[in-house]
């Protein structure tokens, strides 16, 4: 399934960023694409406040991957920095794939492989007039769609398009 938001807000972005972490729970990774600024790093900020995690959480520019200890570990990656297409396995990451934590991959799409991953939730933010942005969301596998429509929707967030079961 896919499944479309629009936000208005750095703010409504990192609802959704809250949202969907609360929803898919651990053992999950979020992988974002979209342009420089579109709101990756803010989105993961949501994520961060699911997590129960106060530190601020900035893009790990010089880093790899920033660690975060919350109610379980937040692993941000970003791969802006990576050349090419490098394979998420050389890239160590699937050390991070535990089960017991939650990854989030800023331009996931550089690193071969991570796509596919079971537990793996696929976003793209595009950048529209001003402050909007329009995220597509494509679930996992066994994720019940209308559920989690309806738990958007609850959070005030806008689904703009839905497709699929
Ligand atoms: N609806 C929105 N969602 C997310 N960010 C937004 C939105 N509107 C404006 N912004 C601004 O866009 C920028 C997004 O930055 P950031 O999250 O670092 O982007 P990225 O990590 O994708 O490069 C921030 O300055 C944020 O305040
Ligand atoms: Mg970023």
């Not at 934590?101 to 976003?123: S, Y």
Request: proline share 4%.
């Amino acid at each position: 399934m896919r499944l479309v938001v629009k936000t208005r807000s750095p703010e409504e972005t990192r609802l959704l960023g809250e949202t969907l972490a609360r929803l898919a729970g651990e053992g999950v990774l979020f992988a974002l694409g979209g342009d420089l600024g579109a709101g990756k790093t803010v989105f993961t900020q949501g994520v961060a406040r699911a997590l129960g995690i106060e530190e601020p959480v900035t893009s790990p520019t010089f880093t790899l991957v920033n660690e975060y200890h919350g109610d379980c570990p937040l692993y941000h990656v970003d791969l802006y920095r990576m050349n090419g297409s490098a394979d998420a396995w050389d890239l160590g990451l699937e050390e991070y794939l535990d089960g017991r934590g939650v990854v989030v991959v800023e331009w996931a799409d550089r690193a071969g492989g991570l796509l596919d991953l079971p537990g793996v939730w696929r976003l793209f933010i595009t950048i529209l007039e001003g402050d909007e942005r329009e995220v597509e969301i494509v679930p996992p596998r066994g994720v019940d769609g209308s559920r989690l429509k309806e738990t958007l929707g609850n959070e005030g967030l806008e689904v703009v398009e839905w497709r699929g079961s």
